[in-house]
């Protein structure tokens, strides 16, 4: 760490570093931010979470079929949790490439619900893309496992039905 110098000239005045040091630690400390106007106690819904009605909720699961009667539809729920916490900002609710947060400046995604854009692509093609990325869209490979893509690959192919 570099030593401080004897002093910094401010408005024309050398002002030793100490002094400068100290009215900065004084400024924040007491007079720029001042005491907190109303002090009480941590509560839970201090914690930040969006009130109810701020909330997206396509992006929540559907709590109306808790118990899933099969391994099946219980991957197939799993699968579409994921695709809206993981793909729906971009690729749309339906993947159709209408996302809230899609690329700017007319990049375009593909239709992943149109029929021609599903026998376009294979499974295999899919999982590499969901895994190592193309164009701006990143690679999952470090975050999702593999069986989880296989999963969002049986989703997108829902999408087309």
Known sequence: MPACPEGITVRRKKVPCGALFMALLVSVSFGACGPPEDLREWRPEDHGQPRSNELDRSRVPDRSATQATSPEER???????LWRVT????HG??????????MPGGVTMPDMSSAEWQAGITDEAMMQVIREGRGMMPGFAERLAPNAMTQLVVHIRTLGQ
Not at 87 to 90: D, L, M
Request: hydrophobic share 20%.
């Open 75 to 81: 991957r197939a729920r799993a699968a579409r949790t």
């Open 93 to 102: 609710h339906q993947g159709q490439g209408d996302g809230p947060s899609r």
């Open 87 to 90: 793909c729906a900002s971009c």
